[in-house]
């Protein structure tokens, strides 16, 4: 919402966060570069809006057949996934039924372990009960800008808030809300 607005962030990513980024983004050109050996027609397309939902997304990667969003995480994080046996990040599968919309495919979220190169891979189709979420998600976003007003904060307190260039105006909100309940 407030990206949105053009508000400028209130929390800028640190160094390190820009540098994690950095080595995701490489990792993901290298895993593309291989599929592109395999699969000629991979691409990867631009920003792209679903007009129905006035959303704009970029999948990281489009095959003749499905939608590829990939994300690269460190092995702790990546192992103890697995371990849990929780699946997928819920964001990341959300980000990608976008993609899938966008292209009217299915899709695969790839999981690439950075310090070891393990893959996990997680396959979605279009009628995946997390388009009902993401369907939710996207109407809340477009309720809250037609009344421009902005949602409920739900990343505070939580490890979402480092990633959010907003975070110290989502905290100042959502203790705005709290003190005057």
């Not at 790839?110 to 893959?119: A, H, N, P, Q, R």
Request: with cysteine.
């Amino acid at each position: 919402y407030f990206s949105r607005k053009g508000i400028t962030p209130t929390h800028p990513l640190d160094a390190r966060t820009l540098r994690i980024f950095s080595v995701g983004n490489t990792f993901e050109k290298w895993l593309f570069d291989i599929i592109k050996k395999k699969h000629p027609e991979a691409r990867q397309p631009e920003t792209m809006t679903i007009k129905e939902w006035d959303v704009r997304v970029r999948p990281d990667v489009e095959l003749e057949g499905e939608v590829l969003e990939i994300k690269t995480v460190h092995s702790q994080k990546f192992h103890w996934m697995l371990k849990k046996n929780e699946g997928a990040d819920k964001h990341y599968l959300m980000q990608l039924y976008c993609g899938m919309k966008a292209l009217n495919k299915p899709g695969r979220l790839v999981y690439l372990s950075k310090d070891d190169l393990v893959i996990a891979e997680f396959v979605l189709k279009l009628d995946d009960p997390i388009k009902d979420e993401v369907e939710a998600e996207v109407k809340l976003l477009n309720d809250s800008w037609a009344e421009q007003k902005p949602p409920a904060p739900r990343c505070v307190g939580t490890w979402l808030a480092k990633y959010c260039p907003h975070a110290e105006l989502c905290k100042k909100i959502y203790n705005e809300v709290h003190t005057n309940q």
